[in-house]
């Protein structure tokens, strides 16, 4: 559907974390009322449904991805249908009645517990600030192909965690962000990518005490970030006083929650 620029403007100014479901529910307005063009005036009433009748908004729970799937050429893991997958596992816990059950008062967008998959350590969908963020991994390993020093690999690296020495190629692990990208580059085979999986980010929060996620150690496979998505979410469900974030949760038991036993 077509938009005015008055109207693409208005949402523009709309914060990033609910911007996709407003506009959603915009283009939703304007279909409604029969309209071929998304008008200011759709933004407005959108806008005025969302302020007050919030709580009909809130299902419990997002997730949410980059750009990846469109075809972004930097993605280190394909993740096409990983975001339905844990749709499907955060949906079964019911996150609404179990919310409402917590909450004082009506809920709010910011009650909701978000999972932020990024296909690469660009992190467009900023994983660092959610209660769960993924963002793929692929492990660069050294070959005993022949290195011809060509020095595609410490180009393509944007940290400098690749050089070359004693004609091989060296990665400084403390540096490397698992992109990918040196082993595609590399001509010889010297570098290929090796583990795929995922770096995890757990208890990240905006808001009036925001909150940079911590890494759980490890790069994991989907089945494992499965695991350790289910583990959050018990986690959560078991020592949730009043709705508070993930991220207040884990401060307030001071401790990470690979540091907390699992369920047997």
């Not at 998505?229 to 990470?256: A, N, P």
């Amino acid at each position: 559907m077509e938009w005015k620029k008055e109207a693409e403007e208005a949402v523009a100014r709309v914060p990033f974390f609910v911007r996709k479901r407003v506009k959603k529910r915009v283009e939703e307005e304007a279909a409604r009322s029969g309209a071929r063009e998304v008008t200011l005036q759709h933004v407005r009433t959108c806008q005025e449904r969302f302020l007050n009748r919030m709580e009909e908004e809130v299902k419990g729970y997002q997730v949410e991805t980059c750009f990846g799937p469109s075809g972004c050429p930097n993605r280190a893991v394909i993740t096409d249908g990983l975001p339905g997958t844990i749709e499907t596992a955060v949906s079964r816990r019911n996150l609404r009645s179990f919310l409402k059950e917590r909450v004082k008062g009506p809920l709010k967008i910011h009650h909701e517990f978000r999972v932020s998959v990024s296909d690469c350590p660009n992190a467009c969908s900023r994983p660092q600030i959610v209660d769960i963020g993924l963002i793929g991994a692929s492990v660069p390993e050294i070959t005993e192909e022949a290195c011809s020093e060509c020095g595609a690999c410490v180009e393509a690296c944007k940290e400098k965690a690749v050089s070359i020495q004693d004609v091989r190629p060296c990665i400084d692990e403390s540096k490397c962000l698992f992109c990918g990208q040196c082993a595609r580059v590399c001509p010889t085979g010297t570098l290929k990518e090796g583990k795929r999986g995922y770096r995890i980010l757990v208890g990240g929060k905006l808001g009036r005490h925001p909150r940079l996620a911590r890494e759980w150690p490890g790069i994991h496979s989907s089945d494992e970030m499965l695991q350790i998505v289910e583990r959050c979410l018990d986690l959560y469900q078991e020592r949730s006083l009043h709705g508070e974030r993930f991220g207040e949760i884990l401060e307030r038991s001071g401790k990470d929650p690979w540091e907390v036993p699992g369920r047997e």
